[in-house]
């Protein structure tokens, strides 16, 4: 990829805050193609290195198409060593627009990310868990 959209910039900039924090060990932007079939490649908006060394995947979708959804179904059923997450960004609330009128501050500015692995599946809970560092009974 050459460039980012607005929201694949505005969550690089999450990812790159989260890099400073020690939340992450760190993240790259559109650098690994997955072959899925002849002549069809699904490629990640980015990579992120958890502090762990876990390689995971995400992808940023304001929306998503059915073209969109398989690639990433499929390719997560095909590379199990690694974990996919969708992120969508927040979806604007009443309250958030309060808080932002009251700030004086974009609604933008307020919002936070909703990030799950995708697809989703009855391992979910147990690798959010392991991320997070807990226990994997």
Same mark, same amino acid.
């Given at each position: 990829?050459? &460039?980012?959209?607005?929201? #694949?910039? !505005?969550?690089?900039?999450?990812? $790159?805050?989260?890099?400073?924090? &020690? !939340?992450?060990?760190?993240?790259?932007? @559109?650098?690994?193609?997955?072959?899925?079939?002849?002549?069809?490649?699904?490629? %990640?908006?980015?990579?992120?290195?958890?502090?762990? @060394?876990? *390689? #995971?995947?995400?992808?940023?979708? @304001?929306?998503?198409?059915? !073209? /969109?959804?398989?690639?990433?179904?499929?390719? /997560?059923?095909?590379? %199990?060593?690694?974990?996919?997450?969708? +992120?969508? $960004?927040? !979806?604007?609330? %009443?309250? *958030?627009?309060?808080?932002?009128?009251?700030?004086? +501050?974009? +609604? &933008? #500015?307020?919002?936070?990310?909703?990030?799950? +692995?995708? %697809?989703?599946?009855? =391992?979910?809970?147990?690798? =959010?868990?392991? *991320?997070? @560092? &807990?226990?994997?009974?």
């Amino acid at each position: 990829k050459t &460039g980012m959209n607005a929201l #694949e910039t !505005k969550y690089s900039k999450y990812l $790159e805050q989260s890099r400073i924090d &020690g !939340k992450i060990h760190g993240w790259r932007f @559109g650098s690994i193609k997955f072959r899925m079939a002849d002549k069809t490649w699904y490629l %990640p908006d980015f990579q992120v290195m958890m502090n762990d @060394g876990t *390689i #995971e995947f995400h992808e940023t979708k @304001g929306f998503m198409l059915d !073209k /969109a959804n398989i690639k990433i179904k499929t390719t /997560a059923s095909m590379y %199990p060593e690694y974990i996919f997450r969708l +992120v969508k $960004e927040e !979806k604007t609330t %009443p309250e *958030i627009k309060q808080k932002a009128k009251e700030l004086k +501050v974009r +609604v &933008g #500015e307020l919002k936070g990310w909703d990030i799950s +692995v995708y %697809p989703p599946h009855k =391992d979910s809970y147990w690798i =959010d868990e392991m *991320i997070a @560092g &807990g226990k994997d009974e």
